[in-house]
């Protein structure tokens, strides 16, 4: 599609220049999280701008006002993911006592990915789905995020073979980049009605841990 911008919607009309300002950051907000939405739920491939539309309840011309292309919200939305992801395992590994065991915090950190991947953030599972599909232009923001994600990583399984806690048949690299596209590859075929999410993590946090460990 031509890049192109449209004028507001009407419910973004300015009255004043705060309150103009404060409905257009709402709009735009609402955008994104109905692009991560349709991301999550529909794919690269198949996200078209009237679904983010329509999940936001706007015209999709309106879009353009706001993201001067479908590529260009897309790209906010990865970035998004990326970095709450990271984010997230940063807070988990922090708000663990000191002295945490590797195998305890590689549990945790497994939690801190399922449950928000597939519990609580449409963004996270947007890019957990779709960061191998998005053209080169698209992912080089992300792309740093993720690589940020995949040291914290790196981290706790080193952390695990200090210990002497890694099977010596494991590669820490292969065994790292294995675990992380197995917790991925979840937000393809888990839903609610196919068990509770507990049994998922506790199931994965014990198969992890088997492989990884002696």
Do not use: C
Request: net charge negative; proline share 7%.
């Amino acid at each position: 599609m031509p890049r192109k911008t449209a004028p507001p919607p009407d419910d973004d009309q300015p009255t004043d220049g705060e309150a103009a300002a404060t409905k257009s950051a709402r709009t735009r907000q609402r955008l994104l999280d109905s692009a991560a939405a349709v991301l999550a739920r529909k794919g690269f491939a198949g996200t078209r701008l009237s679904d983010i539309a329509a999940q936001a309840q706007v015209q999709a011309p309106a879009i353009y006002y706001y993201y001067p292309s479908r590529e260009d919200l897309i790209e906010e939305v990865m970035t998004t993911g990326a970095s709450a992801i990271r984010n997230n395992l940063e807070k988990t590994l922090a708000e663990l006592p000191d002295g945490t065991p590797p195998a305890a915090r590689i549990a945790a950190a497994v939690e801190a990915h399922l449950r928000l991947e597939l519990e609580i953030s449409d963004y996270a599972k947007a890019i957990t789905r779709n960061a191998n599909q998005l053209p080169p232009s698209l992912s080089k923001r992300a792309k740093a995020e993720v690589t940020a994600y995949y040291e914290l990583w790196r981290g706790l399984i080193e952390d695990l073979a200090a210990a002497q806690q890694l099977r010596e048949d494991v590669d820490p690299s292969v065994g790292r980049m294995i675990v992380l596209g197995a917790l991925n590859w979840t937000a393809e075929w888990w839903r609610p009605e196919r068990g509770s999410l507990e049994d998922v993590i506790r199931t994965t946090q014990s198969m992890v841990l088997h492989a990884l460990r002696p």
